[in-house]
């Protein structure tokens, strides 16, 4: 009879796993979505069982050859934005929504060519994160890296065979805090673990938040570059404001005339522009949601870029049949999925944070760093994000190995970029926005196959191996 009980116990356990991966959690095919040959896991960790607190997860295998290619993990900014939304079927995913909101279409340009994704939800609070413990939803900085570090430990006993398996930290915006934050907290664990111990092979952001009294004149000297305000204000920006001690909780700590200038070339540019794509047309909610409402067959939103994707992929998430799919909203939340959480009650200051140390540290235990910026986007520009990359190289002393020029993808230019001492990257995607793989996904890919094998982008227009 003992025999039998271990010989049934074996074949449990052999049942609840799917080649290693949880069976529990694998996504059998979402509404509406395309056949296609790789596997989908979504589901929860739970980072706090004291508390109840879980960070709800989506995980893509690579397109081909999943099992030697590494783990990039991708989070979305805000803070207190959802990565499933933006970077799972927004951006970089395998997946788009269909313009009625009630199906899924193929990105072509998906980054799981190149690498197996893993998307979560990150603080809880955002999408179908959670918590039962309603103070968890005042948080900061330093608690969404503690919990991103022990979902990390929990998912690696889900998914065993990657603990060994490079790991690649990805994301943009407000990921600029969250990403390099995690990366510390992994190499502190690293170099207190005499067991496992995190395999970190890279380091690459979008668009990110470094530091504010540096990214914020940026966006209004995008503004007077891009012809957006006149010379007269542009020139009162500059010359009447100091942003030296500029931050999110006291922002005006500037001069009287700085904050006239400021809030009339923020009226100048309206809302008819998109700051986080300057080039891109705006959606008009109330007619799309009209659409969605009464529509059951495909639609085509917009020519080109899907400008109403947004309100296209909440409308998918809170399908029944989508989150039942998905294994998500597992509590029955009393709140419908939204692309930012209405619930966080986010740190007000960690914003001030200067990111730069952590770069340092991370580049001194050599792991690379790539910052990349779309060239479109007024909210983080590129023109903070550049001279913070500079600053740091400077203070580390690390010298041009690449030099500032064009780089090429599909015969044209894709961007531009410089490399500092083999370590520190910073590159543009020409015509991308905030969200560069939204924007550009083609030169994204490039960009991100680039950094995944290591290989420096092409500074030449003859094809390479990752076109």
Known sequence: MGVWWICGLILVCLVSRVNGHPK?????????????????FAGYVDVDLKNGRSLFYYFVEAEEDPDHKPLTLWLNGGPGCSSMGGGAFTELGPFFPTGDGRGLRRNSMSWNKASNLLFVESPAGVGWSYSNTT????????????????????WYEKFPEYKSRDLLLTGESYAGHYIPQLAVVLLDHNAHS????????????????????????????FFWSHGMISDELGLAIMNDCDFEDYTFSTPHNVTDSCNHAISEANHIVGDYINNYDVILDVCYPSIVQQELRL???????????DVCMSFERRFYFNLPEVQKALHANRTNLPYV???????LNYSNTDGNINILPLLKRIIQNGIPVWIFSGDQDSVVPLLGSRTLVRELAHDMHLKITVPYGAWFHKGQVGGWATEYGNLLTFATVRGAAHMVPFAQPSRALHLFSSFVRGRRLPNTTRPSIDE
């Open 295 to 305: 529509r059951k067959m495909a639609t085509k939103m917009s020519l080109g870029v």
């Open 194 to 221: 005499n067991g496992f111990k995190f395999n970190i092979k890279g380091v690459a952001i979008g668009n990110p938040l470094l530091r504010l009294d540096r990214d914020v004149p940026a966006t209004y000297e």
């Open 135 to 154: 103070s968890d939803y005042t948080c900061g900085d330093d608690s969404t890296a503690r919990d991103m570090h022990m979902f990390m430990l929990k």
């Open 337 to 343: 999925w939204t692309m930012c959480s209405d619930v």
């Open 24 to 40: 529990e959690d694998l996504v059998v095919k979402l509404p509406g979505q395309p056949k296609v040959g790789f596997r989908q």
